[in-house]
């Protein structure tokens, strides 16, 4: 992957889960990975292992993406791989209180926002670039119990996809991350589900490294959508081919799962 060697990546989330595992992969390919996470400590730890600098970021905070990009060009570290990855799992529905639905926007969606307005018109003028986003298959399908969550992640598939069309022409290119559940600390959501709802998850959890390793396959190849679950696919094609049987039949799996499985 000779274009990942010594490109400048800058990866949020990369204190732990996805985000880490991607700052270890990169790096392992030669990149000049940059760790940022809001958990300034976590940051600190994994940009240690590889010797790498490291920022604090709260993503939602627009002002901070704004002084991290002026602050890496000052030190010649502008990136040309930007993961957008930071993101949190937020269960609920219609009926749940405004702030709740306003963090999910803030932290899935409009973090995205932030970061491609601060990268996309550098690599534009750098001659090009590469946007990875991490959203979720709830973002192309959906999330049993977790509206908040479901809706924002379909949000950030197109925003991505958004980019991808209107940027195409100028250098951008785009993938998307979306796994089903993945062993990271965002299964903590699940802890107050029953043994069976817990269970089925770890059945198809699969690790951080996998999905680093099929994203960077998706970089090489230049692929938009990035699916860890292969199978994931396949409930794509069911759901497009006809909505009404697949609402159908996710009407019927709910039956099955307490609110916020």
């Not at 589900?193 to 994203?215: D, G, L, N, Y």
Request: aromatic share 6%.
């Amino acid at each position: 992957m000779r274009e990942i060697d010594g490109k400048c990546v800058l990866i949020t989330g990369a204190g732990s889960g996805i985000g880490a595992a991607l700052a270890r992969r990169f790096s392992a390919e030669g990149a000049r990975v940059i760790v940022t996470d809001i958990d300034g400590d976590a940051a600190a730890f994994v940009a240690a292992e590889l010797e790498a600098p490291h920022f604090q970021l709260d993503v939602s905070n627009p002002d901070q993406h704004a002084a991290l990009f002026t602050d890496l060009d000052a030190a010649g570290l502008t990136p040309s791989i930007v993961c957008l990855n930071a993101g949190i799992a937020v269960n609920g529905s219609v009926e749940s209180p405004d702030a709740t639905w306003q963090r999910a926007w803030d932290v899935n969606v409009m973090s995205h926002v932030y970061g491609m307005r601060e990268a996309i018109p550098r690599m534009v003028a750098n001659g090009g670039g590469y946007i990875v986003t991490t959203a979720s298959a709830a973002g192309l399908l959906t999330s049993l119990g977790a509206a908040p969550y479901a809706v924002t992640k379909h949000a950030a598939v197109a925003l991505a996809e958004w980019v991808a069309i209107t940027y195409g022409d100028r250098g951008i290119s785009v993938s998307c991350i979306c796994p089903q559940f993945v062993d990271t600390p965002m299964l903590g959501a699940f802890s107050e589900s029953s043994e069976e709802t817990r269970a089925w998850v770890q059945s198809i959890a699969i690790s951080p490294e996998e999905v680093a390793e099929r994203t960077l396959e998706a970089l090489a190849e230049g692929r938009f959508l990035v699916l860890p679950h292969p199978e994931v696919e396949r409930f794509m094609r069911n759901k497009a081919n006809d909505v009404d049987r697949w609402i159908a039949g996710m009407q019927d799996l709910a039956k099955g799962l307490e609110p916020g499985a």
